[in-house]
């Protein structure tokens, strides 16, 4: 006679052949159906329809009900769960990427709302502006000014054929020194006007590179844009401002 164990495995027949952890034959508790289970441990549903079905008769699913509600992106009414907050997918991606640009500037606020506003002057134009972005670097108060003072730059090398000799020289403190005053016909000069206005301010060789002038600060002045032009390269002008 065939002896029977019980664990939580279910009910197997001990026999020196059968091992005791062999299933016998078991009931689904879904369809009620006879079956063999091929793995021990599957041993309440025949199969995996009826292991779904049987979920989710146990599990059953709970229907929010439907409540009058408004969008919170484009303020449509509509009729949805308490939870949901727009009407559409499309509402809903934009609230989720408002969201997150959100969350972004609270964690990572920019550096130009954090520091404080500092009082500057131009180095090419002379104009004052403020800034808190970059305050130890930023020397100009636009891009504009920034490239005008590179090409500048690269042309007074040029000129010069020393790019060792020369030297950076800053166009606002030559206009600080010379008084914002034409060093030409000695009329003072408006700051706010820009090249290529003829009265603008322009940065002027006192002995022009070409004679073999330097390009430094004791050789550079202030002058008007045009009469900067009428010199061009004579000296005869200069020399009488110079002795």
Same mark, same amino acid.
């Given at each position: 006679m065939r002896a029977?164990?019980?664990?939580?495995?279910?009910?197997?027949? @001990?026999?020196?052949?059968?091992?005791?952890?062999?299933?016998?034959?078991?009931? +689904?508790?879904?369809?009620?159906?006879?079956?063999?289970p091929k793995v021990k441990?599957?041993?309440?549903?025949?199969?995996? /329809? +009826?292991?779904?079905?049987?979920?989710?008769?146990?599990?059953?699913?709970? @229907? /929010?009900?439907?409540?009058?509600?408004?969008? /919170?992106? +484009?303020?449509?009414?509509?009729?949805?769960?308490?939870?949901?907050?727009?009407?559409?997918?499309?509402?809903?991606?934009?609230?989720e990427r408002k969201c997150a640009a959100d969350s972004f500037r609270k964690q990572f606020r920019s550096v130009r709302e954090t520091n404080p506003f500092v009082e500057r002057i131009c180095a090419h134009c002379g104009s004052e502006f403020r800034t808190n972005f970059l305050v130890k670097h930023r020397l100009y108060c636009s891009k504009q000014c920034m490239n005008r003072a590179a090409k500048q730059q690269r042309r007074n090398w040029k000129r010069a054929g020393r790019p060792t000799d020369a030297i950076f020289i800053y166009r606002s403190r030559i206009f600080d020194r010379d008084g914002w005053r034409c060093r030409i016909c000695m009329k003072k000069v408006n700051k706010k006007l820009k090249a290529?206005?003829?009265?603008?301010?322009?940065?002027?060789?006192? @002995?022009?590179?070409?004679?073999?002038?330097?390009? /430094?600060?004791?050789?550079?002045?202030?002058?008007?844009?045009? +009469?900067?032009?009428?010199?061009?390269?004579?000296?005869?002008?200069?020399l009488r401002l110079v002795g």
């Open positions: 029977f164990t019980t664990n939580k495995y279910g009910t197997f027949a @001990v026999s020196p052949i059968a091992s005791p952890r062999s299933p016998l034959m078991q009931t +689904c508790q879904y369809c009620g159906k006879q079956f063999k441990d599957r041993i309440k549903f025949c199969s995996r /329809e +009826c292991g779904w079905a049987g979920y989710k008769r146990a599990h059953p699913k709970v @229907v /929010e009900p439907k409540v009058p509600n408004r969008c /919170e992106v +484009c303020c449509v009414e509509f009729n949805g769960r308490v939870t949901k907050k727009t009407c559409s997918d499309e509402c809903k991606k934009t609230r290529p206005h003829p009265m603008s301010a322009s940065l002027d060789h006192i @002995v022009p590179l070409s004679k073999g002038g330097k390009h /430094e600060p004791l050789n550079v002045q202030l002058a008007h844009f045009m +009469c900067n032009s009428i010199k061009s390269a004579n000296l005869g002008v200069q």
